[in-house]
């Protein structure tokens, strides 16, 4: 299986959301996980010590074990399931992280030692459990132990500085020279580097597909304007959702402003349906870009009246949420949803039967 999309899998659980989305659940998670790792790295540390000869010498080796050793275990599965919880927000950014590699190779490392230790040097334990000097076997070993653990403790450091923000963007190009980039953009002046950028950004624009503008712009004010008024109806009632605050209206109006402004850019001429790539999810019912391009470019006027539709909708929205008028923004509202419909019956779905029956049982969807 392909274990990028296993990571990704990980990502995806509701625990994963959980921790990333909570203010305290990551913080809380990597202090719990650095003072397990302390007792770990503290505990372990003794031991060496102690196989070394140099601390705790007059106590017999197995006594310093017997003592710690439920420390360290207990310790290390904390460590283990604070730090699997953390691992789940970001599968992916710390499967790829070169100190995330070599934090768990030397932990594979440190156990491998442990397991060789406890195969060879424990053997005749017996023999020389109370001397102070412990044989040479054993001293390597806990050398090579302090070793691994401390290279443990620096490769889980940095960690924390490769991978905050890994999945951030680039910055964006910077402008140096205000004029040359202003330039650039309204007329086409000499190609500097900075207007070059700026007719790159312009081009771009003219690429976009209506599903990139349906992605990025409309749906998501549609969505959040369909969603700030509505009847929730649940064990409690039927109970009225609508903007309260200022901060609640100022929202539903740049949301509307959006829809408003959203035609002109679809409007522009040439503006295609989609990249050929797009294919459509439900072939049985929502055409393909190629089926959508040959619609939009023989009539574009039909098209240019639809999104106008929606203009308009979001207009006499615009005029209720300045009025704070409720009942006229909730009308305003289903007839915006009729224009996405409208539009989308006679562009993006038109063999979709259901969808056309359902439009009629609604009424008022001008198909
Ligand atoms: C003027 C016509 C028009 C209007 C108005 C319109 N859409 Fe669309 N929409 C389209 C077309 C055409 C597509 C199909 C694009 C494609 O996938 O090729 C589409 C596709 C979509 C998609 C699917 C995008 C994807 O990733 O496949 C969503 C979601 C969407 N529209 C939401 C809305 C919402 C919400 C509204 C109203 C607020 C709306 N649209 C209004 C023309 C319109």
């Known amino acids: 299986m392909d274990i990028t999309r296993w990571l990704k899998a990980l990502e995806d659980t509701r625990l994963a959301d959980g921790i990333r989305h ?29 196989l ?45 992280n070169t100190s995330f590699r070599v ?4 932990l594979a490392l440190a156990g491998l030692n442990m397991i060789i230790f406890h195969r060879t040097a424990l053997r005749t334990i017996a023999r020389w459990d109370r001397d102070s000097a412990t044989p ?8 090579l132990s302090m070793v691994l653990w401390v290279g443990i403790i620096v490769a889980g450091r940095v960690i924390g500085f490769t991978t905050t923000g890994a999945e951030a963007k680039a910055a964006p190009p910077s402008i140096e020279n205000f004029d040359d980039f202003l330039s650039g953009a309204a007329d086409g002046a000499a190609p500097t580097q900075t207007g070059a950028t700026a007719r790159a950004a312009h081009d771009d624009a003219a690429n976009l597909t209506i599903k990139v503008l349906m992605d990025t712009l409309v749906d998501p004010s549609g969505d959040f304007l369909f969603e700030s008024v509505e009847d929730i109806a649940d064990e409690r009632g039927i109970t009225h ?7 609640d209206w100022a929202a539903v109006r740049h949301h509307l402003q959006v829809l408003m402004d959203a035609p002109a850019l679809l409007d522009v001429p040439g503006r295609r349906a989609a990249e050929p790539t797009d294919r459509s999810r439900n072939p049985a019912s929502e055409s393909q870009p190629e089926e959508i391009q040959r619609l939009l470019d023989g009539q574009h006027a039909d098209f240019v009246l639809r999104a ?10 615009m005029d209720a949420a300045n009025a704070r008028d409720l009942k006229a923004l909730f009308a305003a509202i289903s007839l915006i949803d009729k224009a996405c419909e409208s539009c989308h ?23």
């Open 22 to 50: 909570s203010l305290y659940a990551f913080p809380l998670l990597e202090s719990l996980h650095v003072m397990a790792l302390s007792v770990v790295f503290g505990t372990i540390i003794i031991v060496d010590l102690r």
């Open 52 to 96: 070394l000869g140099l601390a705790s010498t007059r106590r017999p080796v197995t006594r310093v074990t017997a003592e710690l050793l439920r420390w360290t275990w207990s310790a290390f599965a904390a460590a283990a399931v604070t730090g699997a919880l953390m691992f789940l927000t970001n599968a992916r950014v710390y499967a790829n």
């Open 103 to 106: 934090k768990m190779l030397l």
């Open 136 to 143: 040479g076997a054993s001293k390597s070993a806990a050398a």
């Open 241 to 247: 959702k609508a903007p309260q605050t200022a901060e």
């Open 308 to 317: 106008e539709r929606l203009r308009q909708a979001a207009a006499v929205g």
């Open 345 to 367: 019956l006679h562009y993006w779905y038109p063999n979709d039967e259901r969808a056309h029956q359902a439009a009629k049982e609604e009424g008022g969807i001008l198909e």
